[in-house]
């Protein structure tokens, strides 16, 4: 059992999503004073202060004065900049900041398998539990893609292993954060809103590698740039035949055995097919039978909002993509359609550039749908090689794909930013297009 830490401390935790209120909780169990502050005011996140404060917390939704030297630990959400000022007065007073992972770690013993990438997260740690899980493994996915690694320690269930999707921002305040298996999908631009420099955000992924030993395992992509690994090292490619698992002529490989079909499971695409050679090489790991691992990758079904079929009407295909938040995901489920494209994109403005992807435009779109802050940005990116059209909210969007399809075409919500600038977040984003798509007659 770790050292409790935090018994009779004071706590400051930094935000009240998810993580922040998953930490107070389990700061609360373990026996610290907690101040929570969050500026953001809005319906849930003050009935979770509410249900905090009744659990002893203090909650500030409107700080005023801030005085550092008063705390022993600062825990910060993933969604708080870490440049922020109150996270950079805590640092000057020699504060501690943590990050919500972090914390769950301190008091875990169970071995973690952790995912990140900047794409395929949520699939790929899915696809694991699942094969664990088919194996006869406990264990549970958590993390970023819903329940906070937080309410899993705290929830003290048994499991033989625990399944975290890790992003870049619970990355970046590790401290002695340790999986027995890291898996690194991929790496392509994203949250330049967040990172001053491409390098920055390469830098915060490569963290969860940098306390593993040669007792641990990394599974990685050999098209990434990677730092020497002190874990031994197993790739996954769909483009590296050379790799340990392999994608080609559509089907999965182990070790130069052909195991899978890809045909014959729910998914599709090279970029698929390496979030499945994932979950095969960590069940590989884990002593998971062969045909229980393939039977884990036939019977999963992808995630709401990752390339989702809505419906068909009229012979036009309705897809809801609402998760793919950057250029890259984009990129990968435009190429991955096999009929004419009417695109929905655009949202918050994360600092992309949207020009290189006009010779894909040109190969698979009839239009292309721009929407939110970045859709000046799209129409000139692309404006003079397929046809664009602005909407002012999703609404009007999905009037206008139906409009422009033909029948035997696709109108493909693939929005290449995040969300932020008109929904909640993309699942809200992706549930609205669904919505509307029912409407339409």
Known sequence: M???????????????????RAAAELLIQKGASVIIRDSYLNERIDQMARQLQLRGARVETQPAGFTPCRFDLGVLSPGIDPQVPLVRQLRRARVPVVGEVELAARFCDTPVVAVTGTNGKSTTTELVAAALTAGGLRTTACGNLGVPFSDVVRGGDFYNVITLEVSSFQLETIEHFRPRVAVYLNFTPDHLDRYPTLAAY??????IFMNQTAADFAVVNPACELPALAAKKITISA??????????DGALYAGGQKILMQEATNLRGP??????????????????????????????????????????LDGVTYINDSKATNIDALEKALAGQTRPVVLIAGGKDKGFDFAPLKALMVKKARAVVAIGEVQNQLVRAWGQHVPCHRAADLAEAVSLGRRLAKPGDTVLLSPGCSSYDMFKNFADRGQQFKELVAKLS
Request: charged share 30%.
């Open 2 to 20: 770790k050292e409790n830490f935090v018994s009779g401390r004071r706590v400051v935790v930094m935000g009240l999503g998810e993580s922040g």
């Open 202 to 207: 390469r830098q915060a992924k490569i963290r």
């Open 239 to 248: 483009d590296h035949d050379d790799a340990d698992y392999t994608f080609r």
């Open 271 to 312: 970029h698929n097919a390496e979030n499945q050679l994932a979950a095969l090489a960590v069940a590989d790991l884990y002593g998971v039978a062969r045909p229980d691992a393939i039977a884990a990758l036939r019977a999963y079904r992808a995630l709401p909002h990752r390339c989702e079929l809505v419906r068909e």
